[in-house]
């Protein structure tokens, strides 16, 4: 009955044990993620590629820097253009991941965004007027991913074209 006892209490303290482990585990495996996005640098180049009678054709060169010795899982960012907290493009959504090695950078093919001009009278316009006088937009960028398929990334960025 005194073994018994002592065997049941073991067992316990054992399921104890290993949900601690089990935990702690978890706790590094998050706070290392933590730290790969701390550290990832998402990169844009926005420039208008384009401008012709229908609109204005932006470009987004995106570059991926991974400074840690880890490798990161990163998906096809969402980008969006905004002014004054509207948006006015957007990017397509892309189910598509990137590997960046460690130490690494990976250069994505440049994503291209469409503005009308009769989106931007409707929507901003006071922007158009100014690129009209200037021959600049004044934009935020805002960029949008996830790392490992767990952890949200967000970017934004003031921008003048």
Not at 11 to 34: A, E
Not at 50 to 64: A, H, P, Y
Not at 100 to 117: A, H, N
Request: aromatic share 6%; no cysteine; proline share 4%.
């Amino acid at each position: 009955s005194k073994t018994t006892k002592t065997m049941k209490l073991t067992s316990k303290q054992l399921l104890i044990g290993g949900g601690v482990l089990v935990g702690g585990g978890v706790l590094l495996y998050l706070s290392r993620l933590n730290r790969l996005q701390g550290n990832l640098e998402i990169v844009t180049k926005p420039m208008i590629h384009k401008v012709n009678l229908m609109g204005i054709e932006l470009r987004v060169e995106v570059t991926l820097k991974n400074p840690t010795a880890g490798s990161i899982k990163v998906k096809y960012p969402f980008v969006k253009f905004q002014y004054k907290g509207k948006t006015i493009a957007s990017s397509e959504a892309r189910n598509k991941d990137y590997q960046v090695p460690k130490f690494g950078e990976v250069r994505m093919e440049p994503i291209s965004l469409k503005l009308t001009y009769l989106n931007l009278a409707m929507t901003a316009p006071d922007l158009l007027k100014s690129y009209r006088s200037e021959g600049k937009l004044h934009l935020s960028v805002v960029t949008v991913t996830t790392i490992n398929n767990t952890i949200p990334y967000s970017k934004t960025e003031a921008m003048e074209l």
